[in-house]
Structures are given as structure tokens and as C-alpha cells.
T-cell receptor
Framework: GQQLNQSPQSMFIQEGEDVSMNCTSS?????WLWYKQDPGEGPVLLIA?????ELTSNGRLTAQFGITRKDSFLNISASIPSDVGIYFC??????????????FGSGTQLTVLP | EPEVTQTPSHQVTQMGQEVILRCVPI?????FYWYRQILGQKVEFLVS????????KSEIFDDQFSVERPDGSNFTLKIRSTKLEDSAMYFC???????????FGPGTRLTVL
């Protein structure tokens, strides 16, 4: 099956700093999604990307869909304490109505220090 | 967008017992998914369910698993004979207004003793 490599595995940053994380795949996806998960809860959708090269923002979050369709990155600017959590990328092939399941990366654990 | 609700929030069971996990959509959707997440690991796809039929399933979704929508509303995942390695968070997800997005429920923590 398709595999997603997400890095870094964990990050410790000071409040106010910017942070970047990325995912790469051995095969293409037609949709990239970024989720945040707090302990004991379900993943919450942050940003959805639908087209190669697309750059999308949601507040302090910015994500891009790589030109090759095999990678995506997420940037968080001016981090705040509530940004703490695990961030997951997820790819979806969704070819002609099938293969709609999401393939998740292994996650980036973000810790924001005061 | 409105999410889905899941019950129970935590289920503890003995190995070999059957469990049923429930997902209740708030609005009428056709596409649903079950995923699981073993503690400390990534989220893994189990099965997709469209128009009351299984659409796709992963290698994890073996004969011990089944899904159905018995009353046209609740969407259930059944594990017939639980194993220790079935201990995980189980998430139900539904598609959003854009077919490529998925919204997750809060999950059911299954603990198999």
C-alpha cells in the first residue's frame, strides 16, 4: 500500500516561533489533508488541498500541495500554546470514485514552550 | 460542519468477546469510514461504507470485523471475537460537502483484557 513519510517526528519550539512540517509519498495523491489531534480525541481537519501546486491558508496555518503530487507541507506561524498536539498529514487518491480512504502519516508531535 | 457522534466513549472487554461500536451521523450522509489508531501510532483505514454496502476495506478488516447500518441511521462496527491486539481507538468518519474531505468522530477507546 501507499506509505507516507512525515517529518519531523517531534518538535519543541518557543512560543511565537514559526514551525514547518512535511510529508512525502512514494506515489501520488489527488488530495492532501492536514489534521490536528489532541490527546484522547479524534483528528480535526485543518486544511484541505485539491490541486498540485495549490497554496492554502487557514489563519496562521499555511499548507501546500506539491507539484509532483507526492508531497505536502504545513507551516504554522507565530505559534501559541494551544498549537500543542499531534499533526497528521493524510493523502487520498480518490481515483474515479474509488480509493477514497485516507492514508495517514505517522504524525508530528508539536510542543510549544512558554 | 457537523460531526458524528460515537458510542461508547470507552469499552472494556474480555478477549474473545464480541463488541459493537456505534457511529451516529448528525445529518444524512452516504459515505462513512472506520479507522483505528493503536496507542501512539498513526491512524489506519479499516473500511468504507457507501449506500449501505462495503465500498473498500483494508487488510486489517478481516473476517472478525463487520459493518452495517441496521436502522438506516446508526452505523456499527462489530468485532466478533476480540483479540488483545484489537485494543485501540476506533474512529468513525463521514465525508464533508466536498467529497475529498473527511470529518472524524471523537472515537471509542477499546481495551481488550
Amino acid at each position: 500500500g501507499q506509505q507516507l513519510n512525515q517529518s519531523p517526528q517531534s518538535m519543541f519550539i518557543q512560543e511565537g516561533e514559526d514551525v514547518s512540517m512535511n510529508c512525502t509519498s512514494s506515489s501520488i495523491f489527488n488530495t492532501w489533508l492536514w489534521y490536528k489531534q489532541d490527546p484522547g480525541e479524534g483528528p480535526v481537519l485543518l486544511i484541505a488541498l485539491y490541486k498540485a501546486g495549490e497554496l492554502t491558508s487557514n489563519g496562521r496555518l499555511t499548507a501546500q500541495f506539491g507539484i509532483t503530487r507526492k508531497d505536502s507541507f504545513l507551516n504554522i506561524s507565530a505559534s501559541i500554546p494551544s498549537d500543542v498536539g499531534i499533526y497528521f498529514c493524510a493523502g487520498q487518491l480518490n481515483w474515479r470514485g474509488s480509493a477514497r480512504q485516507l492514508t495517514f502519516g505517522s504524525g508530528t508531535q508539536l510542543t510549544v514552550l512558554p | 460542519e457537523p460531526e458524528v457522534t460515537q458510542t461508547p466513549s470507552h469499552q472494556v472487554t474480555q478477549m474473545g468477546q464480541e463488541v459493537i461500536l456505534r457511529c451516529v451521523p448528525i445529518s444524512n450522509h452516504l459515505y462513512f469510514y472506520w479507522y483505528r489508531q493503536i496507542l501512539g501510532q498513526k491512524v489506519e483505514f479499516l473500511v468504507s461504507f457507501y449506500n449501505n454496502e462495503i465500498s473498500e476495506k483494508s487488510e486489517i478488516f478481516d473476517d472478525q470485523f463487520s459493518v452495517e447500518r441496521p436502522d438506516g441511521s446508526n452505523f456499527t462496527l462489530k468485532i466478533r471475537s476480540t483479540k488483545l491486539e484489537d485494543s485501540a481507538m476506533y474512529f468513525c468518519a463521514r465525508e464533508g460537502q466536498t467529497a475529498d474531505t473527511q470529518y472524524f468522530g471523537p472515537g471509542t477507546r477499546l481495551t481488550v483484557l
